[in-house]
């Protein structure tokens, strides 16, 4: 079983160019979101999903957009990047429906893209 | 807002000693805690996570964690290290709400020397 793919696994852009990154799990997961680790900061959750249609921002949106047309798919769009996003992203996914199940559902993770922006 | 404070980004410690990695949680509500590992150059997996109740709960790999609601604290431990332990370890909050989102901690990364 697949669980949560990334695609690609390493990127390097130019600063200004765009790029799409790419997410699918397949595990029927209502809820997906997308994190950047950086050094010495973590993961910092940059946009989320409860489900088609539904998207919200997280700690760090700027500069990323999202969309969930389905609910296999989440992909993150670099409209114009700057250095400032050179990091390694994660896409992670979990059951999400009400009460505890949902809240103790832990998330499953991609393997990451590396991005530099130069 | 819920939050987590992992106190010591790096920890070393011999082979067959004892891992003690801390973590300090901020929640206004019951929290959901839980502890990942991140292997180099891999995403992160579940070791292990609270829910309420039980108060040591057990994970993979010979390792627990010890929820103390007075100490505000989720502190993760394995009785005895193995060079394969070596890695970076990542405790995690979530709180109640139509979001769940999950808020990390900044990361341990723990050393294993012979």
């Known amino acids: 079983n697949a669980g949560v793919t990334q695609t690609p696994k390493f990127q390097v852009l130019k600063t200004g160019q765009s790029m799409t990154l790419q997410c699918a799990q397949d595990?029927?997961?209502?809820?997906m979101s997308w994190y950047r680790q950086d050094p010495g900061m973590g993961l910092r959750l940059i946009h989320y999903?409860?489900?088609?249609?539904?998207?919200d921002q997280g700690e760090v949106p700027n500069g990323y957009n999202v969309s969930r047309s389905t609910t296999e798919d989440f992909p993150l769009r670099l409209l114009s990047a700057a250095p400032s996003q050179t990091s390694v992203y994660f896409c992670?996914?979990?059951?999400?429906?009400?009460?505890?199940?949902?809240?103790?559902?832990?998330?499953?993770f991609g393997n990451g893209t590396r991005l530099t922006v130069t | 807002a819920q939050s987590v404070t992992q106190l010591g980004s790096h920890v070393s410690v011999s082979e067959g000693a004892l891992v003690l990695l801390r973590c300090n949680y901020s929640?206004?509500?019951?929290?959901?805690l839980f502890w990942y590992v991140q292997y180099p150059n891999q995403g992160l997996q579940l070791l292990l996570k609270?829910?309420?109740?039980?108060?040591l709960v057990k994970g993979i790999n010979g390792f627990e964690a010890e929820f103390k609601k007075s100490e505000t604290s989720f502190h993760l431990t394995k009785p005895s290290a193995h060079m394969s332990d070596a890695a970076e370890y990542f405790c995690?909050?979530?709180?109640?709400?139509?979001?769940?989102?999950?808020?990390f901690g900044t990361g341990t990364r723990l050393q294993v020397t012979l």
């Open positions: 992670a996914s979990s059951y999400s429906g009400r009460g505890v199940s949902s809240y103790n559902s832990p998330l499953h």
């Open positions: 595990m029927n997961h209502e809820y």
């Open positions: 609270y829910t309420t109740g039980a108060t």
């Open positions: 995690a909050v979530r709180g109640t709400g139509t979001a769940s989102k999950l808020t």
């Open positions: 929640s206004s509500v019951p929290p959901y």
């Open positions: 999903s409860v489900g088609a249609g539904i998207t």
